[in-house]
């Protein structure tokens, strides 16, 4: 059974870091482009981030560029997201995301496409003062 399962979310001050990280079991980890995204509370998913197989090859959305850096440990099963001079928020969902076919390449996703992207169960983070 595939299983995803992020940690890391907290509460921090705005402008303060994070890092969360997503540990995948139940299938071939480096054979699957990994991906981000999050909900913030009454909102849609929103993807975030996407990194290739091997690593080499990332892709952000936007309103994080600059600020959010995705990686993986392949000999780890884990994917990871830096989050560093957080914006305000509260109780925002964070997920990791695996394609559904092993080896697609990393794709900008306007909009969360749930037949292409399985996620976990996530982790909340709360930036506030």
Request: contains cysteine; aromatic residues 10%; proline residues 2%.
């Amino acid at each position: 059974e595939v299983q995803l399962l992020e940690s890391g979310g907290g509460l921090v001050q705005p402008g303060g870091s994070l890092r969360l990280s997503c540990l995948g079991s139940g299938f071939t980890f480096s054979s699957y482009t990994m991906n981000w995204v999050r909900q913030a509370p009454g909102k849609g998913l929103e993807w975030l981030a996407g990194i290739s197989v091997g690593g080499s090859t990332v892709m952000y959305a936007d309103s994080v560029k600059g600020r959010f850096t995705i990686s993986r440990d392949n000999a780890k099963n884990t994917l990871y997201l830096q989050l560093d001079a957080l914006k305000s928020e509260y109780m925002v969902m964070y997920f990791c995301a695996k394609e559904a076919t092993a080896y697609q390449g990393v794709k900008s996703y306007n909009k969360y496409e749930a037949g292409r992207l399985k996620r976990g169960q996530g982790t909340q983070a709360t930036v506030s003062s």
